[in-house]
């Protein structure tokens, strides 16, 4: 399907250039293309970046150019080890067609097309089509397939009887078969985008881009199943992936020397072909009122589509002066049938035939914005801009006439409320040059939020953050950038729209917050071939006014970059980076009838250590004939959590008591080391040979999943499953080694699709 889809967006792409090739005018003078050529170069679109890759090197109207080889592993990893491994990618041993590139230009030399490939045959495969003519049109194809593996070593006694739809043997398997269950291969989900881009310049003022994408997306991904509530049983499953999403995007500007319009309308259709997902029910073969329902069953995301209009003016006035105005409308569909309202067979409650069946669901936003600049005099300049966004939900069906809940009781009926947001943005920021090489920057900024008081706390927030900065550009071999904001953002009264929540605990998005950030950043280079970059940041949320919840949220990075050319011959560079996040929180222990017990508070200290390191070293042994080099990378994270009982918790049962005492939770780490060695060697002009060593390391250590199986029972009605799935450590090394033909035209790079 995927591929029936590929070729009929290019049966289309390849008709818009043949139309468009038959029209274009070659008695148009060769002189007035070239003229056009620098304008018009915007014209392609950024989000398709094919590289101008123009033949010029080889001689001729048609180049070629290919890079095919072969990977083998020094030691196979288990197909359990290859999750992490292959998250993003597709790594299989064997024959490998890496790049593909071919191009053709006409004598004429106004239009030139081009294929190229990479990884073909392979899941992270990437295929693309232009086609252009500068100053007249460009016509762009993209397939670009991008795999997700979530696990490799998932395991499960579930059957899927058919898509979503998982069963289990009659009578329920029992705890030690479920932990003998076997392995269910990669649980992975893989997206094909295909994309066809299309521009048009009739002439210098009119530009004109239409785009559609098409992404399909197939496979799996684990999710949770609930049986009766959160204090019963649960499983995971698979969630079931075939899914579509359509995008269309059309625009059309105009552009002077003094005024520029342009106009876009996007449609967007999200098509799920699996509506919900059901599964057994573990311990429940017979479904009884109260006892609960054999199987459980759970909606996933219903289809919707979304129009979107875009309007975007610009005027430049005297004293260098340049307004942008902008509004966009979009409107939201949704009307999916609901699933059943409960999967018990057990009950037959009337009321359930009066359920609404569908939502109806319709929502609307609105965003507009204003933005100036101008540059009265040499050393000022001045910018402001205001930004007015909203949400609003329009839905038809606000009423169930009952609710059912857990599968296993029924409810009186429930309404829908609506959760109407409101934001408004203003930034305005003045530059002094103050001598040559050195500028000061003042700015503020302001952001208000408007919520629906019925569904959240605090009505109204208003936050305010003026900063500084000072910039030093001007030496040619150095560059410092420094920039300091403190911001605070207030609201009005903190109320509970729950008796169940805590009344002295405040959600962070909500809360009163005291900001403060500083950053350095530097560039210097001393001399010719060295340069060395660094930047220190630094920043501090405090939430003044909470007695609960998040406290304190401080972070810090620190890192530096060197790259050195020792002769022409070699050069080699190195960088460091280290950041922090720690995080404090207040929490309360609540149960029966302790639900505000001061002594049952505890404080949590969230540490998150990341450093990263790399290096690289390129050396040409013989001028354009042999090249050795490699590149080596390291990535180390480490989370703790403290935790701290401010008093002793007493006042409750022993049990309570004992529930209410905080433990700090153990160490979680992971660490990734890949390394590159290459050797090139370069026979002709034309053809070279590679060979490569890769090795990557990776190690995690998190007690959440490790020695997970994958059921627990907890008592005779309670057991959790699990799909026991984890990244599992490894140590990959292989080698790859390929021959190139045309090798300085191979430099391919992945599609920003």
């Known amino acids: 399907m995927r591929s029936r889809a590929f070729y009929t967006v290019l049966y289309c792409g390849v008709g818009s250039v043949t139309a468009m090739s038959s029209r274009e005018g070659l008695a148009q003078a060769k002189a007035a293309v070239t003229a ?105 194809l993209h397939w670009d397939r991008i795999p997700h593996t979530f696990s490799t070593d998932g395991r499960s006694l579930l059957t899927e009887a058919s898509p979503g739809v998982y069963t289990l043997p009659v009578p329920r398997p029992d705890t030690a078969a479920f932990n003998r269950a076997p392995f269910i291969g990669p649980i992975r989900s893989v997206w094909d985008p295909v994309k066809l881009a299309v521009a048009v310049t009739p002439s210098e003022a009119w530009d004109f881009k239409a785009e559609y994408t098409r992404i399909g997306k197939s496979g799996d991904r684990p999710m949770g199943q609930a049986f009766g509530g959160s204090n019963n049983h649960a499983s995971e499953i698979l969630e079931p992936i075939d899914q579509t999403v359509d995008n269309l995007k059309v625009s059309q500007s105009y552009a002077e020397q003094r005024f520029q319009l342009v106009a876009t309308y996007d449609l967007s259709v999200f098509q799920n072909n699996i509506k919900s997902v059901a599964s057994d029910n573990p311990l429940v073969t017979t479904s009884t009122a109260t006892g609960g329902s054999s199987q459980a069953r759970t909606s996933l995301a219903p289809s919707n589509l979304a129009h979107t209009a875009i309007v975007v003016g610009g005027l430049n006035l005297p004293l260098r002066t340049r307004i942008t105005g902008s509004a966009a409308l979009s409107w939201w569909r949704q009307n999916d049938a609901f699933i059943p309202a409960t999967s018990n ?157 805590n009344p002295n605990a405040q959600r962070f998005d909500e809360a009163d917050r005291n900001l403060e950030r500083t950053d350095i950043m530097a560039s210097a280079t001393p001399i010719d071939p060295l340069t060395i970059s660094g930047t220190w940041q630094v920043g501090h949320d405090l939430y003044p006014h909470s007695l609960y919840g998040v406290l304190s949220d401080r972070s810090a990075a620190a890192g530096a970059d060197v790259s050195y050319t020792l002769t022409n011959r070699v050069s080699a560079g190195a960088g460091l980076m280290r950041e922090t996040f720690v995080d404090v929180m207040r929490v309360q222990y609540r149960t029966g009838v302790q639900l505000n017990n001061p002594t049952y508070s505890w404080v949590g200290n969230n540490t998150d250590l990341v450093t990263s390191a790399s290096a690289d070293l390129k050396v040409t042994v013989i001028p354009d004939r ?37 433990f700090d939770l153990p160490q979680v780490t992971q660490n990734l080391q890949p390394i590159d060695v290459y050797v090139r060697y370069q026979f002709t002009r034309d053809w070279a040979f590679t060979a490569r060593y890769h090795g990557e390391l990776y190690t995690q250590n998190d007690y959440k999943t490790l020695g997970l199986n994958p059921a627990t029972a907890t008592s005779a009605t309670n057991m959790y499953l699990f799909l026991a799935n984890n990244y599992q450590n490894y140590d990959a090394r292989y080698f790859t080694i390929s021959f190139s033909y045309h090798p300085q035209l191979l430099r391919i790079g992945r599609s920003t699709i």
Do not use: C
């Open 345 to 501: 067979t057990a009950i037959t409650d009337p009321r359930i035939a009066q359920e609404p069946k569908s939502l109806g669901g319709s929502a609307t936003t609105d965003n507009m914005s204003a933005s100036i600049s101008s540059r009265p005099l040499s050393f000022l300049t001045f910018a402001g801009r205001f930004r007015s966004y909203s949400f609003a939900d329009h839905a038809t069906t606000s009423i169930v006439p009952l609710i059912v809940l857990n599968d296993r009781s029924v409810a009186p009926a429930d309404t829908a409320r609506r959760d109407p947001f409101s934001r408004r943005n203003a930034d305005f920021s003045g530059t002094w040059q103050l001598i040559e090489p050195v500028s000061l920057t003042a700015g503020y900024a302001w952001e208000q939020i408007q919520r629906d008081s019925l569904v959240r706390n605090v009505v109204r927030t208003n936050e305010r953050t003026p900063r500084m900065s000072l910039d030093f550009t001007g030496i040619q071999w150095v560059t410092l950038r420094a920039s300091y904001s403190k911001g605070w953002r207030r609201g009005g009264a903190y109320t509970q729209t729950a008796t169940s929540e």
């Open 36 to 140: 056009k050529t620098t304008a018009d170069t915007s014209t392609a679109h950024a989000a398709v970046a094919i590289p101008d890759t123009v033949p010029e090197t080889v001689p001729g109207p048609v180049t070629a150019a290919a890079e095919i080889g072969v990977r083998a592993f020094s030691g196979a990893l288990t197909p359990q080890q290859l999750g992490k491994f292959e998250e993003y990618r597709d790594l299989r041993s064997g024959m490998l067609l890496q790049q593909l590139l071919l191009g053709y230009a006409p004598a004429d030399g106004f239009r030139w097309y081009q294929l190229t490939a990479s990884n073909i045959g392979l899941l992270d495969q990437t295929v693309a089509l232009r086609a252009k003519q500068p100053g007249l049109f460009d016509v762009q």
């Open 626 to 662: 042999l090249e050795a080099g490699g590149t080596y990378e390291m990535s180390r994270a480490r989370y703790a959590m403290a935790t701290t009982n401010p008093i002793v918790p007493i006042g409750g049962t022993a049990a309570q008591n004992t529930s209410a005492t905080a």
